[in-house]
């Protein structure tokens, strides 16, 4: 599975952030710190959900387990929606981004599951 699952609360994305991600930016030129979310459509979510929920339940949080981090953190806090689609890091000096997870216009299940 190649994408990210993100809880969304009243507009605001709640995702944490590792110490990985500062590793993947300096390789990568980017800065990790400003991110991109890009929602996935919502049949494409859907699908996702449900296989994650039959192959990543009961794995703990932390770096490279978004969905539990997202089913931990609506367990600590109800309310607001789990997300999944695509998340990248801001390239320094320049106005894109780089994917980490997904990419900026990816919208098929075919290319979340590579």
Same mark, same amino acid.
């Given at each position: *599975? #190649?994408? &990210?699952?993100?809880?969304?609360?009243?507009?605001?994305?709640? #995702?944490? &952030?590792?110490?990985?991600?500062? *590793?993947?930016?300096?390789?990568?030129?980017?800065?990790?710190?400003? /991110? #991109?979310?890009?929602?996935?459509?919502?049949?494409?979510?859907?699908?996702?959900? !449900?296989?994650?929920?039959?192959? %990543?339940?009961?794995?703990?949080?932390? !770096?490279? &387990?978004?969905?539990? @981090?997202?089913? +931990? =953190?609506?367990?600590?806090?109800?309310?607001?929606? *789990?997300?999944?689609?695509? *998340?990248? !890091? +801001?390239? @320094?000096? /320049? #106005?894109?981004? %780089?994917? =980490?997870?997904?990419? +900026?216009?990816? +919208?098929?299940? /075919?290319? !979340?599951? @590579?």
């Amino acid at each position: *599975m #190649d994408g &990210h699952f993100w809880v969304e609360r009243n507009g605001v994305i709640i #995702d944490p &952030h590792f110490q990985e991600y500062d *590793m993947i930016g300096s390789i990568r030129d980017c800065d990790a710190r400003v /991110k #991109d979310y890009v929602e996935a459509p919502l049949f494409t979510q859907v699908l996702m959900y !449900f296989y994650a929920s039959e192959n %990543f339940n009961n794995r703990p949080t932390g !770096f490279g &387990h978004c969905y539990s @981090n997202a089913v +931990k =953190e609506l367990q600590r806090e109800p309310g607001g929606r *789990m997300v999944f689609g695509s *998340m990248g !890091f +801001k390239l @320094n000096n /320049k #106005d894109e981004y %780089f994917y =980490e997870y997904g990419g +900026k216009d990816w +919208k098929t299940l /075919k290319q !979340f599951i @590579n």
